[in-house]
């Protein structure tokens, strides 16, 4: 596991998609083993994904950056194993999802991030049909990037 320092100025471009900002006091470092993880102040919040940084799950937890798929309790068990999340398990869909844009998934009773995801249609498109994937998971609660850091 290598750990590289990294200005705040040089990543900060590629994080405002995010609404995210970074000062000078923030301390920001690489962390490249399996996954290149960017650390802000310690804490794992962002990782690589063909040449996109993603907010992890456990910055969304305290930096709600991303549109919502919110899935009820009977779907949590498959979602947290890595399956893609399906249309029955969808109980509310955030206005606004576009085709391919990074997504979380949330329980319905406590809010909590599931997962991150790409979505697979846009938010009406999801909203109107009844069956099939809806999001492809790629980062879940308990996978490696989770345990890594």
Not at 1 to 30: G, P
Not at 36 to 58: G, S
Not at 103 to 132: E, R
Request: glycine share 6%; with cysteine; hydrophobic share 45%.
């Amino acid at each position: 596991m290598k750990k590289i320092q990294v200005r705040s100025r040089d990543i900060e471009r590629e994080l405002t998609q995010y609404a995210i900002s970074i000062t000078k006091k923030d301390h920001v470092e690489l962390l490249e083993d399996a996954f290149r993880v960017l650390l802000i102040n310690h804490e794992p919040a962002f990782f690589e994904y063909h040449d996109t940084w993603v907010p992890a799950l456990k910055y969304l937890q305290t930096h709600p950056c991303l549109r919502k798929v919110t899935v009820d309790m009977g779907a949590i068990r498959f979602i947290i194993g890595g399956a893609d999340i399906m249309r029955p398990g969808v109980v509310a869909i955030d206005e606004g999802i576009a085709k391919d844009d990074f997504v979380v998934v949330v329980d319905q009773t406590h809010c909590k991030p599931l997962s991150v995801g790409i979505a697979l249609m846009d938010s009406a498109a999801m909203k109107a049909i009844t069956s099939g994937k809806v999001v492809k998971n790629i980062h879940y609660v308990g996978d490696e990037l989770w345990r890594m850091v």
